[in-house]
T-cell receptor, first 117, second 115 residues
């Protein structure tokens, strides 16, 4: 069975400061990992994904994440926060070796990011 | 390019009423799914489908039915609504395959309140 744990349901950072959102995963096989962003009253949009190629993955809007197998982590970072980054962020995992592993995602509980002017 | 379209955006039901949440996609995606989003619980998979005529249960299927008569449409039915089904419902679709395939595309959600 697969699962993800997002540490911190709410994170606040000052504009221009480093953003760090934490995600740890549990999977019985090498996983695929994703970060999605949800802006108010909208659906989820893909920020970036790890699919067993490079362990440092770059996404949209200046975000990146590093897959660390030894720590079972996939933390999301951005060097300098912008007001437009305020949203809810979800980490998700799939097991590509299982049936429809690419499509059946298990989501974390989400982290709401607030940017302080 | 419409993507994934969900209707209605908002709905209020009384306990015991039935209704259907509509989902349509125009990307010719084989895979479609329904999630519910509740505070502090993230998104949980209700049902999914890998093609017309094929559906399967996700993590929280009780109280919901689905069907997939066409590639484009994947409606979610609540036969007898309960307050515990108050939630935001998201439909998502993608192509099927291994490797660097397309990610899940989400609709904008349906906010359902059951009183």
């Amino acid at each position: 069975a697969q699962s993800v744990t997002q540490l911190g349901s709410h994170v606040s950072v000052s504009e221009g400061a480093l953003v760090l959102l934490r995600c740890n995963y549990s999977s019985s096989v090498p996983p695929y990992l994703f970060w999605y962003v949800q802006y108010p009253n909208q659906g989820l949009q893909l920020l970036l994904k790890y699919t067993s190629a490079a362990t440092l993955v770059k996404g949209i809007n200046g975000f990146e994440a590093e897959f660390k197998k030894s720590e079972t982590s996939f933390h999301l970072t951005k060097p300098s926060a912008h007001m437009s980054d305020a949203a809810e962020y979800f980490c998700a995992v799939s097991e590509p070796e299982s049936n429809f592993g690419n499509e059946k995602l298990t989501f974390g509980t989400g982290t709401r990011l607030t940017i302080i002017p | 390019n419409a993507g994934v379209t969900q209707t209605p955006k908002f709905q209020v039901l009384k306990t015991g009423q039935s209704m259907t949440l509509q989902c349509a996609q125009d990307m010719n995606h084989e895979y479609m799914s329904w999630y519910r989003q509740d505070p502090g619980m993230g998104l949980r998979l209700i049902h999914y489908s890998v093609g017309a005529g094929i559906t399967d249960q996700g993590e929280v299927p009780n109280g919901y039915n689905v069907s997939r008569s066409t590639t484009e449409d994947f409606p979610l039915r609540l036969l007898s609504a309960a307050p515990s089904q108050t939630s935001v419902y998201f439909c998502a679709s993608s192509s099927i395959g291994r490797g660097d395939n397309s990610p899940l595309h989400f609709g904008n959600g349906t906010r359902l309140t059951v009183t």
